[in-house]
């Protein structure tokens, strides 16, 4: 476990925008407390110390955006290519959807879900070209790229992933493999 220097709190803090007040409130202590950690002057005790660095942590949290967030470049289809070439584009690239653009504009999704329930219902015939069409879904949500990470997190809750438009294009995709990758 790294313990940061008083020098480290203060460049973080800095870098965050934040004044010592803002730290203070946000973890109860002191200002004069959090400026003589600061200074060095004072050795402060663990639980001070991870008051500190858990507000700094929660602040660089919510300053990730979705362009931050996002990965490039999304694969995409578009809605008149035939389900089975769709399948081999999501089997090359291992992704379980993907979105359907059409001239530059999201219009729906396909994803191994709808694919399923397709067969599972008899819809699918081995012998026809189906189209991707037949069988999309809704389209994934959108989002600017200063969308912030809370947002994302619950847009997630309800989607297999988001698109990030920038002037009107697709720039970016969002899943939910992407927030767990944060973690690590």
């Keep these: 476990m790294h313990i940061p220097t008083p020098g480290e709190i203060r460049d973080k803090r800095v870098k965050l925008g934040l004044t010592q007040t803002d730290v203070a409130k946000r973890s109860r202590l002191s200002q004069s407390m959090v400026a003589r950690i600061e200074a060095g002057t004072v050795d402060p005790r663990v639980s001070t110390l991870q008051k500190i660095v858990g507000v700094l942590l929660d602040a660089e949290r919510s300053m990730i955006t979705a362009g931050d967030l996002m990965h490039q470049p ?67 949500p959108t989002v600017p790229p200063s969308t912030d990470i809370e947002t994302i997190v619950h847009m997630l809750h309800n989607s297999h992933a988001i698109l990030v438009l920038e002037k009107g294009k697709v720039s970016g995709v969002i899943t939910k493999h992407d927030l767990m990758s944060m973690i690590v």
């Design 74 to 140: 999304v694969i995409c289809i578009n809605s008149e290519k035939t389900l089975a070439s769709t399948i081999e584009i999501m089997e090359k690239h291992g992704i379980s959807q993907i979105p359907v653009i059409d001239e530059g504009v999201p219009v729906g999704c396909i994803s191994e879900s709808a694919i399923i329930n397709a067969m599972e219902e008899g819809k699918i015939n081995k012998t026809k070209d189906h189209l991707v069409s037949d069988f999309m879904e809704e389209g994934f």
